[in-house]
């Protein structure tokens, strides 16, 4: 099988429909394709993905966006990672930072070090070898230096941030870089006999469009991949509990540079700080609380005052058994859910379509490139399931029924791996392709009440006092160095 590519058709506009029509409009050559986006003025975009994951990072700089810009055109705080509240134990908490843990020690992670430490009862402060759990923390913020064995040489750091001015931002790169417009409404859309390939759109007006390659931005509709297609889904609702969300912003304009995730009895709840207000969410399973119920535990939490009536959010967490079909890739909502835990929705939007520029540059659709593409998301959603999944499975919560099942269920057994390895020998073992790092892993696990039994041999190569020496110095450079960082205040400030 193979397809000629010169006319590409987005359906949707939103988040996802406008990173995709302004990154593929950015990098494939103007003579070889044509990219248009059909967007719907009847349908609202969900709109309430405001935190991402530092590699948005390398797609704004693929855009030609300054930070600068993109901070003043979002109204975009910093985001040095997540605390969660409750999740382990009630009243417990910890923090899951982004970057690097301690310093670089040689062959043995720093993390061992540590270990040893706390099994000689030691019990020292994972937070405090964290230089972006101690900037969260004192609400400070400097880019990354670059130097060498600089305590900021990898500083981690991702945004909060508007979707919907997002989206406004994008629209515009695209506009500029030559991507079709048309506001329309799809009523129906027509199949080639020959292969089933998608043919054309025809519209609420009796107009058609036809293309050669569709890519479905149509969200939790999935109207090409899923409706037309019929491409199946995998529900992962007995792994994931949640279903439902409620969103509600309020006028607070306190930022800090983190997000917040408080679990109740039934869910979590999120604290997502912008320039302009605070995002609010709570998300839980409809099984174990009403609507009303788990609207009224929100409404009890929230700082500051309601500025919109709350959207309610059904959702089956999952993902299509295939991203790609035939002509058609789904990207965003489209082609799967997986709850907003750790802020990787846009990620996997990003990824989709940074995997399109792989596939398709040289204009042909092909059952290798097909299945090549749907094989790497595949993992990669799987890979991010085994994360969110760790929050609920190793808490040790037994005061509602929600937590009782997340305790006791099954997982994969990939997921199982990595926590008995780590719970028995302190390693982490990790894909290179894979995502989130050591440090993430080291952060959940161990702030959801795993500890080692045992650390890395060659973490004894050193004496106990320098070993005391090592971690005392590595906390004190920390400590210092946030003291000289400019508050994150400032940095707004300097932007607005």
């Excluded at 959010?313 to 999952?318: S, Y």
């Excluded at 999944?389 to 937590?403: A, G, N, P, V």
Aim: proline letters at 4%; aromatic letters at 10%; charged letters at 20%.
């Amino acid at each position: 099988m193979s397809n000629p590519i010169r006319k590409i058709i987005i359906v949707g506009g939103g988040s996802a429909g406008w990173m995709t029509a302004a990154y593929l409009s950015r990098f494939l050559p103007k003579e070889s394709f044509s990219i248009t986006l059909i967007e719907s003025t009847s349908i609202e975009t969900i709109g309430v993905g405001e935190a991402t994951i530092p590699p948005i990072h390398s797609f704004n700089a693929a855009l030609g966006i300054d930070e600068a810009t993109f901070l003043k055109e979002t109204n975009a705080t910093i985001k040095l990672g997540i605390e969660f509240t409750h999740w382990s134990q009630i009243n417990s908490q910890y923090f899951h930072p982004f970057g690097t843990l301690g310093r670089a020690t040689g062959k043995v992670p720093f993390h061992h070090y540590w270990i040893r430490s706390l099994i000689n009862h030691n019990n020292t402060n994972l937070a405090q070898y964290s230089i972006e759990t101690v900037a969260a923390y004192n609400h400070r913020f400097q880019h990354p230096s670059g130097q060498a064995n600089s305590p900021l040489e990898n500083f981690g750091y991702a945004y909060h941030f508007d979707a919907a001015m997002y989206a406004r931002l994008l629209k515009q790169k695209a506009l500029e870089q030559g991507v079709n417009h048309v506001q329309k409404t799809v009523r129906n859309i027509a199949l080639k006999d020959s292969n089933g390939f998608i043919d054309k759109l025809i519209f609420d007006d009796g107009s058609e469009l036809e293309g050669d390659l569709f890519i479905d931005c149509t969200g939790f509709a999935a109207l090409l991949i899923e409706k037309t297609l019929h491409v199946g889904y995998e529900d992962w609702s007995e792994e994931l509990l949640c279903n439902r969300a409620i969103a509600i912003p309020t006028d607070e304009q306190h930022p800090h540079p983190y997000t917040q995730a408080i679990a109740h009895p039934f869910g979590w709840q999120w604290r997502i700080p912008l320039q302009h207000r605070t995002g609010n969410g709570i998300v839980y399973s409809n099984q174990h609380i009403s609507d009303d119920e788990a609207e009224h535990t929100l409404r009890k939490n929230l700082k500051g005052q309601p500025l919109k009536d709350p959207n309610y959010i059904r959702f089956t967490t999952g993902k299509r058994k295939e991203q790609w079909a035939k002509n058609c890739i789904a990207v965003g909502l489209s082609g799967g859910f997986l709850e907003p835990l750790e802020s990787t929705s846009l990620h996997l939007t990003q990824l989709s379509i940074t995997r399109i520029l792989d596939f398709i540059p040289h204009g042909q659709i092909t059952q290798p490139a097909i299945t090549a593409f749907n094989s790497g998301m595949h993992k990669t959603y799987n890979e991010i399931k085994d994360f969110i999944i760790l929050h609920y499975k190793l808490t040790q919560r037994d005061d509602s029924e929600f937590w009782r099942i997340c305790k006791t269920m099954p997982i994969s057994d990939t997921l199982k791996l990595k926590v008995e390895l780590f719970q028995k020998t302190g390693n982490i073992i990790k894909d290179q392709e894979e995502f989130f790092r050591q440090t993430s892993w080291l952060a959940v696990m161990y702030g959801q009440g795993v500890t080692p039994e045992n650390h890395h041999p060659m973490a004894n190569g050193i004496t106990e006092q320098d070993l005391f020496g090592l971690l005392n110095s590595t906390s004190e450079v920390i400590k210092q160095t946030v003291q000289h960082m400019p508050t994150h205040h400032a940095l707004l400030q300097r932007i607005r």
